[in-house]
């Protein structure tokens, strides 16, 4: 299966550390700067059904802002409860000004 990749958002639109939340083909999708790089992964928390880019950003994670279960953005698995399930993550390509994801799921 080929990714097929769409436009997000411009990289200008996106602070170091701070989520946004964007819905590409149906899928809500939490974007973050971090460390060099742009990550996207599910925006809704696999334990509580609440948006992941209302929370914060530190060493690569992205914590829930209900319960404070955090996950690897690069890996979208948690980092400790009450969270047990990883959320998707979505590969990122970034060409000239746009940041590109591919919502395309593996099976």
């Known amino acids: 299966m080929t990714d097929t990749f769409v436009r997000a958002c411009a990289l200008a639109e996106l602070e ?5 939340r964007v819905e590409l083909e ?15 992964v ?3 928390c696999s ?3 609440v948006s992941l ?3 914060e950003v530190e060493d690569c994670q992205i914590e829930c802002w209900l319960h404070g279960s955090s996950f690897d953005l690069r890996t979208g698995k948690p980092s400790g409860l009450p969270a047990t399930r990883p959320v ?3 590969p990122v390509k970034i060409e000239g000004d746009d940041v ?3 919502v395309t799921q593996e099976s």
């Open 16 to 20: 170091e550390d701070t989520p946004k």
């Open 26 to 40: 149906g899928v809500p999708i939490a974007l973050v700067r971090t460390e060099g790089e742009v990550f996207a």
């Open 42 to 44: 599910n925006d809704i």
């Open 47 to 49: 334990h509580a059904n």
């Open 53 to 55: 880019s209302e929370g």
């Open 88 to 90: 998707p993550v979505y």
């Open 100 to 102: 590109l994801v591919s």
